[in-house]
């Protein structure tokens, strides 16, 4: 990896990445610093790309459907809905109501883990672990309600070409209250710990600032554009699914803190709003449930033929966790669709790194980097060139740099 | 943000006007889900290559949209890349999908870069440059952006032609022997039984 710029000089240069094999989606980061300041950044994704496109233009749409399962090991509903959902267009069928519903409550299911984990890896980047064991200890409720349902707890395989493959009956419904309840009664608490605590504000208030006018240009998606003052969710803006059904409203800081200023802090505010959100999307569904069956067509020669029979070209859309995941498949009667693009989340938001990260100190960039909620932890491992000598640091080193921040600060 | 929200049929109406006979298709799709089926509109137009631009600028002048992606097909003779954007989005149900279709020819593979209207664009149009061969005329940043450094040039993994991935870059998983240096598994193998191969 070219780092540029002449040893010994400033700006230093200073790698962070690329591979670390515990990674989902590892990410090469190069920023020029001007001693503790960051001047500029660039990164190189795509470190594991593992061409799961061009897999999937070789199969079927019923195994591509697993295959998006596998997409992510944290959206594991997102892809496949958006890909079922783009397929489903195509062949021009209809999804059952109770489906529609069954796969609004998996995805709200996931997006309560994805915050929530999301919630204490923040914090740990802070340095406040006994708030990471606990966001990470009441995540495991909706991990075991997911298993409860789908039978997974990662990769979900609920979603299928024309419904879901499995129900939600009425003898469930308690348990899935039981998590409701257990998350309302939650709520206030955690809101409080994470917005209330004093070293979080310090560290999170006006840093990794991204402005309303830098979000519209950089197309970023999901709680970033919403902590940015951009008002749009998909599950709002364009009803699919059980979405149209639903009262919601897209989740804005200036609605709960009374200003947006599109710092790291909006964004926790609107991700813990959200988990709320999403308990009360599960209740509305639970409440008004359609009944009939869960699957257009559940003998899979039937539904492998009529996918053959498909021609055309569609694009679905969900709102994951992280923001809009869409999938854009043409096919054209063959067996494997001619064309499919995946697009991630974290596709849109990684461009908005450089303009967050700008001016911020070395310490603020794990904080800031999982402040977009990205598919990947890049400070893994840095390496530091100052005077042409090379030293490592490993992730747990940049860690300690951004831990003794939080202490410095706290006096 | 938006002074007036025009119908689905007004936006066509708004290319035609514009592009006249340049806009070789343009079909408006609802998609009703869920036990209300509500409607969800998607906006498919396709113009002629030289109109992308204007077309953009069109979608620009009606409301800034989002770009999700661009998408694109190898049809054999020719490319097909579509730009797909949300316009209209933070109305509650009012959220068009609006993609817009150009078609270039194998024997000139050009499509000037959109970036300057939409900073955002330059992360898929890389995308495509690597994934496609499509050369984006004026992009701030040619490198690569998934693929490895030491990927072959002159491949482009999402070409059904002679410029695809070769059968010579394929590993299939099942043809891929337990390796020899490996310790011995755990538990030995079972007894093979008549007629059961390998």
């Known amino acids: 990896m070219n780092t540029g710029g002449k040893p010994g000089t400033v700006p230093y240069t200073v790698p962070i990445g690329p591979v670390h094999p515990a990674l989902k989606e590892p990410v090469m980061f190069t920023f020029k610093m001007n001693g503790e300041v960051v001047e500029s950044v660039d990164f190189a994704p795509g470190q594991t790309h593992r061409g799961i496109e061009w897999m999937g233009m070789r199969r079927n ?162 709680p970033t554009a919403r902590a ?131 001016g911020e100190q070395i310490a603020d960039i794990p904080i800031i980097v999982a402040s977009i909620d990205p598919c990947l932890s890049c400070t893994d491992r840095v390496a530091v060139i100052r005077g042409g000598r090379r030293e490592v640091m490993t992730k747990e080193e940049l860690t300690r740099l951004s831990i003794e921040k939080t202490r410095r600060l706290k006096g | 943000m938006t002074v007036q929200i025009l119908r689905p049929e007004e936006i066509v109406e708004r290319f035609r006007g514009a592009f006249g006979e340049n806009v070789l298709e343009a079909i408006v799709k609802e998609r009703k889900e869920g036990a209300r089926k509500n409607p969800a509109t998607n906006i498919w137009i396709r113009l002629k290559q030289e109109y992308l631009k204007p077309g953009i600028q069109t979608l620009i002048e009606i409301s800034f949209p989002h770009l999700s992606v661009i998408a694109g097909s190898d049809l054999g003779e020719e490319v097909e890349l579509v730009y797909i954007f949300s316009l209209y989005y933070g109305v509650r149900h009012g959220e068009y999908m609006v993609s817009i279709a150009v078609r270039l020819p194998k024997s000139d593979l050009r499509i000037p870069t959109i970036s300057d209207l939409i900073p955002g664009a330059v992360f898929t149009e890389r995308e495509k440059q690597e994934m496609l061969g499509v050369e984006v005329v004026g992009i701030p940043d040619p490198r690569r952006l998934f693929l490895p450094e030491d990927f072959p040039e002159g491949v482009y993994p999402w070409r059904k032609d002679e410029t695809g991935i070769p059968d010579s870059m394929i590993k299939n998983l099942w043809q891929v022997k337990r390796p020899k240096e490996r310790a011995a598994p755990p538990v030995e193998a079972k007894e093979k039984k008549g007629g059961v191969q390998e």
């Open chain 1, 61 to 222: 749409p019923v195994q591509i459907v697993h295959l998006t399962d596998r997409i992510c090991g944290i959206c594991g509903v997102s892809h496949s809905l958006a890909f079922a959902r783009a397929v489903e267009q195509i062949m021009g069928i209809d999804v059952p109501a109770r489906a529609d519903y069954v796969r609004t409550i998996v995805a709200e299911l996931e997006r309560i883990q994805s915050h929530l984990l999301w919630a204490g890896v923040a914090v740990h980047e802070l340095g406040f672990d006994s708030l990471f064991y606990l966001a990470w200890r009441v995540r495991e409720e909706s991990m075991d309600v997911i298993e409860y349902i789908t039978g997974n707890r990662v990769n979900y395989g609920i979603v299928q070409i024309g419904g879901v493959r499995r129900d939600i009956t009425e003898e469930q419904y308690p348990r899935i209250k039981r998590c409701l309840t257990y998350y309302r009664d939650l709520q206030d608490k955690l809101f409080h710990l994470f917005m209330n605590d004093a070293s979080i504000r310090m560290r999170c208030r006006d840093h990794g600032v991204l402005s309303r006018e830098e979000a519209i240009k950089l197309c970023v998606v999901g």
């Open chain 1, 228 to 358: 940015s003052g951009v008002k749009m969710d998909v599950r709002v803006d364009y009803p699919y699914s059980a979405y149209g059904d639903m009262e919601i409203e897209p989740v804005m800081p200036d609605a709960i803190l009374g200003e947006t200023r599109g710092d790291v802090y909006d964004r926790i505010v609107v991700r813990l709003v959200e988990i709320g959100q999403s308990v009360e999307i599960i209740q509305q569904c639970l409440d008004h449930m359609p009944d009939g069956p869960v699957m257009w067509e559940s003998k899979y020669p039937k539904l492998l033929s009529a996918c053959k029979k498909a021609a055309g070209e569609a694009v679905g859309r969900h709102e994951a966790p992280r923001g809009e995941v869409l999938h854009y498949v043409r096919m054209d009667g063959q067996e494997a669709p001619a064309t499919w693009k995946v697009k991630g989340s974290s596709y849109s938001n990684l461009i908005s790194w450089p303009v967050m990260l700008k």
